[in-house]
């Protein structure tokens, strides 16, 4: 009992490995966000709509020229639509959307041709339908739906589709060389209108192109969240992690929609920490700070934030710890060579006695404890790691024996850092040795030398650094996407919550230019790195393979 009572407090605090942390993490897209995403509508609409050719006839008394009957044909008609204006609007539980669109059946160079016989007589009229305003109005539901395996995602429902418009075929449709008059009179005694044809093979490809546009916009939303939900395996190192996030909940308002999103870290324990393992990563149980609810500094009229909790990323932290990310072992067969003169180097030449020549020097990573973020430093994500031991090893009288154990505590950090010409998304990493505090916890020989130490201690640990983890943290860009042409224009980072225990990414959308074939030339340039036009690592990435 007193076991389990001890046990249930070191617990405490803590999530133990694999839970799951609701929310983790959450999406606000505002009105203003909901205004660029809707620049998008018109990608949903073709601008030009072919009309099958269409035509009927009665053959009357003689067939060979309709006599007592008719024959029509109306050919070469399209309609074509343009976007005036559209908007998203957030409500109370929907998306209101509405679009307003100019829309004309061909024009003047290039009109439809109408071809009638009556009573033995044919004529050919051409023609076409002035632009004129269609207003459409829908509404879209948003719900998380349960897959049945385990997983959720995000479902959007499109409501009943709306499309206003008048039109008079007298006064709207022009019809030219031909007496229009005499045989739109003609076909009246026989039940038809050629205007009434006309409007009907606009009016019924019009509603059609609307309508398909509903499940269009349904799959695009549903699949720009799709690729926000993630179940897979993310190997860094040696250490393997499990990493399963997923949407929890959707709350629109008439200030925002907000995407509530959960997320689990899962992974084998490493050997090398075992002894050590806490039991689970640090819990803060912080409020999820409002939409409206922004720090100081940041802007008001952003349109769409990222919210990241503490929780979220000290699990995610203490998942890689936990499988092994920061056990390594530098020997002799790494990339930097390692023997006896580093320590001498280290000592000033304390063990010079011992080691007449050069022998090979293994360095052993013993991290105590998991790293932790801090969002309320000088950096954009801080990043805490305590008691992080280094063992020294070095074979004497015939074993391998510690000489020396560096403790260290470290205080790295990163800035979020974007480029709106390029759309690179880079992670800057300040590891500095300044930033690192060291001390000696164990010295063979001679603790007379420990100062010597700690003051040559900075070159070491950069050769350590390059070794370990020098191309990963060169490595940290993405290249963003854009979304027919709307992407990521600009980002503020800052802490929010009562105890600055969430990280806010605040962005702005709009029409940009990189992210697609066009921003290196089809993707034919020279991949330079620099972000110019030519460079195919930051300009393709919306689709489009280099």
């Given at each position: 009992?007193?076991?389990?009572?001890?046990?249930?407090?070191?617990?405490?605090?803590?999530?133990?490995?694999?839970?799951?942390?609701?929310?983790?993490?959450?999406?606000?897209?505002?009105?203003?966000?909901?205004?660029?995403?809707a620049?998008?509508?018109?990608?949903?609409?073709?601008?030009?709509?072919?009309?099958?050719?269409?035509?009927?006839?009665?053959?009357?008394?003689?067939?060979?020229?309709?006599?007592?009957?008719?024959?029509?044909?109306?050919?070469?008609?399209?309609?074509?639509?343009?976007?005036?204006?559209?908007?998203?609007?957030?409500?109370?539980?929907?998306?209101?959307?509405?679009?307003?669109?100019?829309?004309?059946?061909?024009?003047?160079?290039?009109?439809?041709?109408?071809?009638?016989m009556?009573?033995?007589?044919?004529?050919?009229c051409?023609?076409?339908?002035?632009?004129?305003?269609?207003?459409?109005s829908?509404?879209?539901?948003?719900?998380?739906?349960?897959?049945?395996?385990?997983?959720?995602?995000?479902?959007?429902?499109?409501?009943?589709?709306?499309?206003?418009?008048?039109?008079?075929?007298?006064?709207?449709?022009?019809?030219?060389?031909?007496?229009?008059?005499?045989?739109?009179?003609?076909?009246?005694?026989?039940?038809?209108?050629?205007?009434?044809?006309?409007?009907?093979?606009?009016?019924?490809?019009?509603?059609?192109?609307?309508?398909?546009?509903?499940?269009?916009?349904?799959?695009?939303?549903?699949?720009?969240?799709?690729?926000?939900?993630?179940?897979?395996?993310?190997?860094?190192?040696?250490?393997?992690?499990?990493?399963?996030?997923?949407?929890?909940?959707?709350?629109?308002?008439?200030?925002?929609?907000?995407?509530?999103?959960?997320?689990?870290?899962?992974?084998e324990?490493?050997?090398?920490?075992?002894?050590?393992d806490?039991?689970?990563?640090?819990?803060?149980?912080?409020?999820?700070?409002?939409?409206?609810?922004?720090?100081?500094?940041?802007?008001?009229?952003?349109?769409?934030?990222?919210?990241?909790?503490d929780?979220?990323?000290n699990?995610?932290?203490?998942?890689?710890?936990?499988?092994?990310?920061?056990?390594?072992?530098?020997?002799?067969?790494?990339?930097?060579?390692?023997d006896?003169?580093?320590?001498?180097?280290?000592?000033?030449?304390?063990?010079?006695?011992?080691?007449?020549?050069?022998?090979?020097?293994?360095?052993?990573?013993?991290?105590?404890?998991?790293?932790?973020?801090?969002?309320?430093?000088?950096?954009?994500?801080?990043?805490?790691?305590?008691?992080?031991?280094?063992?020294?090893?070095?074979?004497?009288?015939?074993?391998e024996?510690?000489?020396?154990?560096?403790?260290?505590?470290?205080?790295?950090?990163?800035?979020?850092?974007?480029?709106?010409n390029?759309?690179?998304?880079?992670?800057?990493?300040?590891?500095?040795p300044?930033?690192?505090?060291?001390?000696?916890?164990?010295?063979?020989?001679?603790?007379?030398?420990?100062?010597?130490?700690?003051?040559?201690?900075?070159?070491?640990?950069?050769?350590?650094?390059?070794?370990?983890?020098?191309?990963?943290?060169?490595?940290?860009?993405?290249?963003?996407?854009?979304?027919?042409?709307?992407?990521?224009?600009?980002?503020?980072?800052?802490?929010?919550?009562?105890?600055?225990?969430?990280?806010?990414?605040?962005?702005?959308?709009?029409?940009?230019?990189?992210?697609?074939?066009?921003?290196?030339?089809?993707?034919?340039?020279?991949?330079?790195?620099?972000?110019?036009s030519?460079?195919?690592?930051?300009?393709?990435s919306?689709?489009?393979?280099?």
């Amino acid at each position: 009992m007193f076991a389990f009572l001890l046990a249930s407090a070191a617990s405490a605090g803590t999530w133990p490995p694999g839970s799951t942390i609701n929310p983790g993490l959450s999406a606000d897209i505002t009105k203003e966000g909901f205004d660029a995403i809707a620049e998008l509508i018109p990608s949903f609409l073709p601008p030009e709509i072919p009309i099958d050719d269409m035509g009927d006839g009665y053959p009357g008394v003689l067939d060979e020229c309709y006599l007592g009957g008719y024959e029509y044909a109306l050919t070469n008609d399209k309609v074509e639509i343009e976007v005036a204006g559209a908007s998203i609007t957030p409500g109370s539980g929907v998306l209101d959307i509405d679009a307003q669109l100019l829309v004309s059946l061909n024009d003047a160079t290039d009109p439809f041709g109408l071809y009638t016989m009556l009573e033995c007589i044919e004529d050919t009229c051409y023609g076409y339908v002035n632009p004129f305003p269609v207003n459409v109005s829908t509404s879209m539901m948003l719900a998380v739906v349960d897959n049945g395996d385990g997983t959720r995602s995000l479902d959007a429902t499109m409501g009943d589709i709306a499309v206003e418009y008048e039109l008079d075929g007298a006064n709207d449709i022009y019809l030219g060389e031909c007496a229009i008059g005499d045989v739109e009179e003609v076909l009246n005694w026989v039940g038809i209108s050629l205007y009434d044809l006309i409007l009907s093979a606009l009016g019924g490809t019009l509603d059609s192109a609307i309508a398909d546009m509903g499940p269009e916009l349904e799959t695009a939303i549903e699949d720009a969240f799709a690729s926000a939900s993630i179940e897979q395996e993310l190997a860094v190192g040696d250490a393997v992690v499990n990493v399963k996030l997923q949407p929890s909940n959707v709350d629109i308002t008439p200030a925002s929609a907000r995407i509530w999103m959960e997320g689990a870290f899962s992974g084998e324990a490493a050997e090398c920490v075992a002894s050590v393992d806490p039991g689970g990563s640090l819990r803060t149980d912080s409020d999820l700070p409002g939409p409206t609810d922004l720090p100081s500094g940041v802007s008001s009229d952003y349109h769409l934030g990222l919210m990241v909790g503490d929780d979220f990323a000290n699990a995610a932290l203490y998942t890689f710890w936990r499988s092994g990310l920061l056990c390594y072992t530098l020997d002799e067969g790494g990339p930097v060579p390692i023997d006896t003169s580093m320590l001498n180097l280290l000592t000033n030449d304390a063990f010079a006695p011992l080691f007449p020549e050069s022998k090979p020097v293994t360095i052993v990573t013993r991290p105590l404890k998991p790293p932790e973020v801090l969002y309320t430093g000088e950096h954009d994500l801080g990043l805490t790691v305590e008691d992080l031991e280094l063992d020294f090893f070095a074979e004497l009288d015939g074993r391998e024996a510690r000489m020396i154990t560096l403790s260290l505590d470290v205080a790295a950090g990163a800035d979020l850092e974007f480029d709106g010409n390029s759309g690179n998304l880079e992670v800057a990493v300040d590891l500095a040795p300044e930033n690192i505090v060291p001390s000696v916890s164990y010295n063979e020989i001679d603790e007379a030398a420990n100062e010597a130490i700690l003051q040559a201690f900075g070159g070491l640990f950069q050769t350590i650094i390059d070794t370990v983890a020098g191309d990963l943290l060169s490595s940290l860009a993405f290249a963003l996407p854009n979304f027919s042409g709307i992407g990521l224009e600009s980002i503020e980072v800052a802490a929010n919550g009562d105890a600055g225990d969430w990280l806010g990414v605040y962005t702005w959308l709009g029409p940009v230019s990189y992210g697609d074939s066009s921003s290196c030339g089809g993707c034919g340039g020279t991949d330079t790195g620099s972000g110019s036009s030519s460079d195919c690592s930051s300009g393709c990435s919306g689709g489009t393979s280099c």
